[in-house]
């Protein structure tokens, strides 16, 4: 059974409410300067300590400018020609087929295969997404769904050509939607053509789910990294044991000095942060691997060791969103204190 059930705008408006309330009721932080921006970084080291430091390089300065042109397109050659991780499994349901910069995730349902992201172009899915399932031993022709965590090209490469083949169902964020059928924030020759919205796929909103068979995902759309990124929390399974996992689904700040867009990303790991006290969310994963340590994780996961490396507990994931915000609030006052 395939379902997608809508927040009710009531409750969507009331979210809303909620979270503007937070941000006007809270502390008063202080102006912005070189201090503050030492105070939110060496905050964010702080909470990071040892386990969380793969995520520190979120709090190194960015251009208030935008990569554009051959700048992105050196970036992807490089990072595309990185040696890929083998494919693993993570949990019992849920599978890593990513390269060693953008991730991507099988999370297994008793109706199919529900596809996260999909690398930067249709070469590379070949043999990183579809190699990977048959090494794994899942069948890419059970995947029912792709969810696309955001609107840039290292996450959409090969939604079309996997809807090709596959006839696999797109899912995104009606914010980035439009942004993918319009003006796309960036562009490069490495990356495949955005995928064209058919009337097959769907378009979320925050507080939306997507129901198969036995599992549901639950989305939140969080702006920030684009306007309409999409985190989605979702069960994972390991020993016994059932988890709840969060997939931050857009982490640098590579949109140039854009105030609104940082001060949304600052509200959203707020938000999320009770979220995971809600619903006492233990895992925190992201879309690249460098940000949730995805391939040293795997590694440990050999060690059959008594404690899974990628759960973390609720206390972590609460940690990994502090940081995010705090490197956040630390970029917002290097941008306000350079003015």
């Not at 997404?129 to 899942?138: A, F, P, V, Y």
């Not at 600052?266 to 999320?272: P, S």
Request: hydrophobic share 40%; charged share 20%; aromatic share 6%.
């Amino acid at each position: 059974m395939k379902t997608i059930q809508r927040r009710a705008p009531a409750l969507a408006a009331a979210a809303a409410l909620a979270t503007l309330v937070g941000c006007a009721t809270g502390p008063t932080e202080p102006p912005a300067s070189a201090a503050s921006v030492a105070h939110h970084v060496s905050r964010a080291s702080a909470l990071a300590g040892e386990d969380l430091k793969y995520l520190m390089p979120v709090c190194n300065p960015q251009p208030a400018q935008r990569a554009a042109g051959p700048e992105i397109e050196a970036l992807l050659q490089r990072m595309i020609a990185r040696p890929a991780p083998a494919p693993a499994q993570v949990f019992d349901n849920l599978y890593y087929v990513g390269s060693a910069w953008v991730s991507a995730w099988v999370l297994r349902t008793s109706e199919g295969l529900i596809l996260i992201d999909a690398l930067n172009n249709a070469a590379e899915a070949q043999a990183l997404i579809e190699g990977g399932m048959k090494t794994l031993g899942l069948d890419p022709a059970q995947i029912k769904y792709l969810v696309i965590t955001h609107g840039h090209g290292d996450h959409y490469g090969a939604a079309t050509a996997l809807v090709r083949k596959y006839g696999v169902r797109l899912v995104a964020s009606e914010i980035d939607w439009q942004m993918m059928q319009t003006t796309l924030e960036f562009d490069a020759v490495s990356w495949d053509r955005p995928p064209r919205r058919g009337p097959r796929d769907i378009g979320v909103k925050d507080g939306d789910t997507l129901t198969l068979g036995d599992t549901t995902i639950g989305f939140n759309v969080t702006p920030g990294h684009t306007l309409g990124t999409l985190s989605p929390v979702f069960d994972v399974r390991t020993r016994g044991q059932t988890h709840r996992a969060l997939m931050w689904g857009g982490t640098a700040f590579n949109f140039g000095r854009d105030m609104q867009r940082l001060q949304s990303y600052i509200g959203e790991t707020e938000r999320m942060r009770k979220l995971v006290a809600d619903q006492h969310v233990d895992v925190l994963l992201s879309n690249h691997p460098g940000s949730d340590g995805t391939v040293d994780k795997v590694a440990k996961l050999q060690l059959a060791s008594p404690v899974h490396p990628f759960v973390g507990g609720q206390a972590t994931v609460d940690r990994g969103l502090q940081v995010l915000g705090a490197c956040a609030r630390a970029q917002r006052d290097r941008f306000l204190s350079a003015t």
